[in-house]
């Protein structure tokens, strides 16, 4: 399967604390990039990170990629209530397609 | 400015009817993807058009899966005959020619096949 990877699959933590996802991808990439979905919404894009970074910050958002671990990570720190949501990562290769993981299910509890 | 708009949100059909669902992109945007998201099998992409043209329709699971891109405002997704295994959330997104592969999905056709 060409497809990522997320885990923990579900998370499920109390407001304020910080959430971290991880993704493993198989292919080479030119990008990866997540995504957010609110439930019975379409995927919203949150953050890119291209191959040649390492790290990238936006707002409560931090985004780390390990080419060398084809892994990448998401962490959202302070976590709301209106966080909860599923999680997607996926990377982008040469083809300009994207290869989607299979979420992390995230509840942040009030 | 207007999204992705998919049309109909949610669409109730027997089995064995056609079923059309649609999608018109941001205005601007070249690639057009059809993606179906099941809990089983997660986010599959379907097709995607660059320029109107079918560049890989690869994901298409079978030939009742049909989709057509007639202008840069406007493309369809058929399923004929529908089967109960079909029923998915749908959706469309679309992207801007240079940009760094953002997709900008809509908000889906939930298809119950009964």
């Known amino acids: 399967s060409q497809q990522g990877e997320e885990d923990p699959q579900a998370l499920s933590i109390q407001e304020g604390e910080n959430a971290t996802m991880n993704c493993s991808y198989k292919?080479?990439?030119?990008?990866l990039q997540w995504y957010r979905q609110n439930s019975g919404r379409g995927l919203v894009h949150l953050i890119l990170i291209r191959s040649n970074e390492r790290e990238k910050h936006s707002g409560r958002l931090r985004v780390t990629l390990d080419t060398s671990k084809k892994s990448s990570s998401l962490l959202i720190t302070a976590s709301r209530a209106a966080d909860t949501a599923s999680y997607f990562c996926?990377?982008?290769?040469?083809?300009?397609?994207?290869?989607w993981g299979l979420g992390t299910s995230l509840a942040v509890n009030p | 400015d207007a999204g992705v708009i998919q049309s109909p949100r949610h669409e109730v059909t027997e089995m064995g009817q056609e079923v059309t669902l649609r999608c018109k992109p941001i205005s601007g945007h070249n690639s057009l993807f059809w993606y179906r998201q099941t809990m089983m099998r997660g986010l599959e992409l379907l097709i995607y058009?660059?320029?109107?043209?079918?560049?890989?329709d690869s994901g298409m699971p079978e030939d009742r899966f049909s989709a057509k891109m007639p202008n840069a405002s406007f493309s369809t997704l058929k399923i004929q005959p529908s089967e109960p295994r079909d029923s998915a959330v749908y959706f469309c997104?679309?992207?801007?020619?240079?940009?760094?592969?953002?997709?900008?999905f809509g908000p889906g056709t939930r298809l119950t096949v009964l």
């Open positions: 996926a990377n982008a290769g040469n083809n300009r397609k994207l290869i």
């Open positions: 292919t080479s990439i030119n990008n």
């Open positions: 997104a679309s992207r801007l020619a240079g940009s760094t592969d953002t997709q900008y």
């Open positions: 058009f660059n320029n109107n043209v079918p560049i890989d």
